[in-house]
């Protein structure tokens, strides 16, 4: 377990940990160097990283002090470039480099992605978001019916400007994550199922609490936190062959910070996440032991 000077929000293949420090800035963290705050874009106060790229792009949503202006943008090395779009706003990125969100258009926020920079709007009767897409394109998201209700949705990779396949249509939903294999984890009220081959499996999980799924990686390695309300959450882990484990029976013993949530994990099985001690928090990294 390693505590991190920062809020951290999501770490890349190779460790390269992003999240937000104090001030709202946007930070960069790698083991054995310190911490690199990244400029705020002209005309925003705030930025949050919400994923990097397998390329080290660092793709991060930006806000004003009122939080009523927004704007996604891409850190590429010295260069920041903003995504094309009115009000712009990015869940993630592809390992093929597409970035995914949603963006208003006519005055209407669509789901959104960026390929190359240029925006593409999906068709949605009602509204939603894109979450995730994988390297073959699959995308993941959520999508409003005409009643208000979100859906959990996936759209083919072959078919992108086509309606959307809903995951759970009799259930408020969201997709979460989605991966090489097309395998999509969703989240439908306090319960987290994977579909694998077009058929959802449940998974078992705490009994009697919440459980707030945030990541998956390419084993199906899948993190989040439960709890019986948000000052009680613990971070857990689910693998195929463990099934849920709460992550703090796996950190060292003696170890005084309670991991309190799990936000990301990446193909080596590294984790960030929250960490509390009493009234203190602090990000955390957990390294799996080899």
């Known amino acids: 377990m390693v505590l991190l000077p920062f809020r951290a929000g999501v770490i890349s293949p190779s460790g390269l940990v992003a999240g937000t420090n104090e ?28 994923a990097i790229g397998a390329s080290g792009q660092v793709i991060v949503d930006a806000f004003d002090s009122m939080h ?6 891409i850190y590429s090395g010295r260069t920041v470039t903003a995504l094309a779009g009115e009000q712009s706003f990015a869940h993630g990125v592809s390992a093929a480099g597409v970035v995914v969100g949603e963006s208003v258009l006519q005055g209407q926020s669509r789901a959104a992605f960026w390929a190359k920079n240029v925006l593409y709007a999906m068709r949605l ?64 009220g306090r319960d987290v199922y994977l579909e694998v081959g077009s058929r959802l499996r449940k998974l078992e999980l705490s009994t009697g609490s919440a459980n707030t ?39 060292p013993p003696g170890s005084q910070w309670t991991v309190q949530d799990a936000l990301a994990i990446n193909d080596r099985g590294e984790i960030v996440g929250k960490a509390t001690l009493g009234r203190e928090d602090s990000g955390v990294l957990l390294i799996p032991v080899r």
């Open 23 to 50: 001030a709202g800035r946007p930070v960069l963290w790698r083991r054995q160097s310190a911490a690199r705050e990244l400029p705020v874009p002209q005309g925003f106060r705030y930025a949050e990283p919400v």
């Open 68 to 73: 009523r202006k927004r704007g996604a943008f």
């Open 125 to 188: 009767c009602c509204g939603g978001t894109i979450k995730a897409a994988n390297r073959s394109g699959v995308m993941i998201g959520e999508a409003y019916d005409e009643q208000g209700r979100y859906h959990a949705v996936v759209w083919d990779a072959a078919v992108l400007q086509g309606p959307p396949r809903v995951l759970l249509p009799d259930a408020y939903s969201a997709a979460v994550a989605v991966n090489d294999a097309g395998h999509i984890l969703v989240q439908a």
């Open 213 to 251: 799924a945030r990541s998956m990686n390419e084993c199906d390695f899948v993190v989040g936190g439960y709890g019986p309300d948000s000052d009680r959450y613990r971070g857990f882990l689910w693998s195929p062959a463990s099934g849920f484990q709460d992550l703090n029976t796996l950190v």
